[in-house]
């Protein structure tokens, strides 16, 4: 079965500091990865999405990238955090599928990101 | 364009009663339609899906949603809440291409003992 492993679980980082969260999906192959970020007591914003090895594409202006190494891992970074990039983030993924569009997402547990 | 619209940020329910959580959609396309439910600190675990196929869905944890296209809805509705069931629940509408997929707000749904 697949699995999608997200880590850490919880960090404090100050402001000015480097951010690398990472993701990592078993299971399948050539999947679509997926980073969201979700503020408190709002919905999903989706940041960054990726079709295969080295394919990012981003959603949303900011400060924060996103890396796809390998088939089945997906880092979310930043140079410098700034305050606005507290929050809950959420990696996802999907099957690859011709039609892709009757295939869910599945999640992650999260990691939540307080900036000090 | 698409968008997804849920009706109620805050659902309250007496344990052992219904749930009814509203969501209408905009879709210029026939849609890919989703629910699901977050637990605090956790992510997001699909309740359900609906793929053009029956129109009456059931998924996990005795939930059902059912698809109507002339209201645009896709309700999600339980018979009987669990406090187990308390959490935020997302409507998602997926459309033609992987990277248009829309979450509702959410709602918040608790349950009274």
């Known amino acids: 079965s697949q699995t999608i492993h997200q880590w850490p679980a919880t960090l404090v980082q100050p402001v000015g500091s480097p951010l690398s969260l990472e993701c990592t999906v078993e299971?399948?192959?050539?999947?679509?990865l997926y980073w969201y970020r979700q503020a408190a007591g709002r919905g999903l914003q989706l940041l960054f999405y990726?079709?295969?090895?080295?394919?990012i594409s981003s959603e949303v202006p900011q400060n924060l990238s996103a890396s796809r190494p390998q088939d089945r891992q997906f880092i979310l970074s930043s140079k410098k955090l700034l305050l606005s990039d507290s929050g809950f983030y959420l990696c996802?993924?999907?099957?690859?599928?011709?039609?892709?569009?009757?295939?869910?997402?599945?999640f992650g547990d999260g990691t939540r990101l307080s900036i000090l | 364009a698409q968008s997804v619209t849920q009706l109620d940020s805050h659902v309250s329910v007496s344990e052992g009663t219904p749930v009814l959580l509203r969501c209408n959609y905009s879709?210029?396309?026939?849609?890919?339609l989703f629910w699901y439910v977050q637990h605090p600190n956790k992510g997001l675990q699909l309740l359900l899906k609906?793929?053009?196929?029956?129109?009456l869905v059931k998924g996990i944890n005795g939930f059902e949603a059912e698809f109507k296209k002339s209201e645009t809805s896709f309700h999600l509705t339980k018979p009987s809440a669990h406090m187990s069931d308390a959490a935020e629940y997302f409507c998602?509408?997926?459309?033609?291409?992987?990277?248009?997929?829309?979450f509702g707000p959410g709602t918040s749904l608790s349950v009274i003992p």
């Open positions: 299971g399948t192959s050539n999947p679509n």
């Open positions: 998602v509408v997926k459309g033609t291409s992987y990277d248009k997929v829309i």
């Open positions: 990726s079709v295969g090895i080295g394919q």
């Open positions: 996802a993924w999907s099957a690859y599928s011709g039609t892709v569009v009757d295939q869910p997402q599945h």
């Open positions: 609906y793929t053009s196929a029956a129109t």
């Open positions: 879709s210029s396309y026939s849609p890919s």
